[in-house]
């Protein structure tokens, strides 16, 4: 068996279990530390990606509006289909951000045991600095994460309501409730993606430092 082949191999068999994957990945020549940063920019990536979903779909159902009656099937159909990619964005975030925390979590409990191997003190004081520094940073990030998954549910929960009532009432009556949580919805999305900006920053800040 070839060496790639055998570390893929090896990496499937102990994903599953976190202290295993780091512990391989280590030997492999990957630390947390850089693990947490791979992870911090795919939870970036991914929230960047879904603040650009949630703007599409809010257009897709300003767009609705102003459809003949003859044709809501026909957009009942995209908007179904751009509230199941928002759902598919909003998990994918969730789940970045767990596996940000996991790692995180990781990186610290071994930093901390680690000080105790110290023998001289001004080092030991050196790097509990640093790991103070690093835990507050992170907590900055992980907050604003959070903080930013947080609106998500909100701005989902309304246009599963009003892609719901489409289906039930694919009529006049339909587009002119939509039209009357259009505001709502909008409002809602708007705290979304300031949100998600402001995560965004805090994870280029946070990969920034991890990085010098």
């Known amino acids: 068996m070839k060496k790639s082949t055998l570390i893929i191999v090896i990496l499937l068999f102990t994903a599953g279990c976190d202290s295993l994957y780091y512990g391989t990945m280590e030997k492999l020549g990957k630390y947390k530390r ?7 920019k795919s939870a970036r990536d991914s929230q960047e990606q879904t603040k650009e979903q949630f703007v599409s779909a809010l257009d897709k159902f300003k767009s609705v509006v102003n459809v003949p009656a003859g044709k809501l099937q026909e957009k009942y159909d995209l908007l179904k289909g751009e509230l199941d990619k928002s ?3 909003a ?14 979590n990781a990186l610290f409990d ?8 110290y023998k001289n003190a001004d080092l030991r004081a050196e790097s509990k600095k640093k790991l103070d520094q690093t835990r507050q940073k992170y907590t900055l990030l992980i907050n604003a994460m959070k903080k930013a998954d947080s609106k998500i549910e909100p701005v989902l929960s309304a246009f599963r309501d009003q892609v719901l009532f489409l ?3 694919l009529n006049a009556q339909a587009v002119a409730s939509l039209q009357s949580e259009v505001t709502t919805m909008e409002a809602d999305t708007g705290k979304l993606i300031e ?3 402001k995560s965004i920053a805090e994870a280029d800040t946070f990969i920034k430092t991890m990085q010098e």
């Open 34 to 40: 850089d693990i947490l940063v791979d992870r911090v």
């Open 87 to 89: 759902e598919a964005k």
């Open 91 to 104: 998990a994918t975030v969730k789940k970045r951000i767990a596996d940000v925390e996991d790692v995180a």
């Open 110 to 117: 071994e930093w901390t045991k680690e000080l105790d191997q």
């Open 167 to 169: 289906k039930h009432n």
């Open 195 to 197: 949100e998600m900006e």
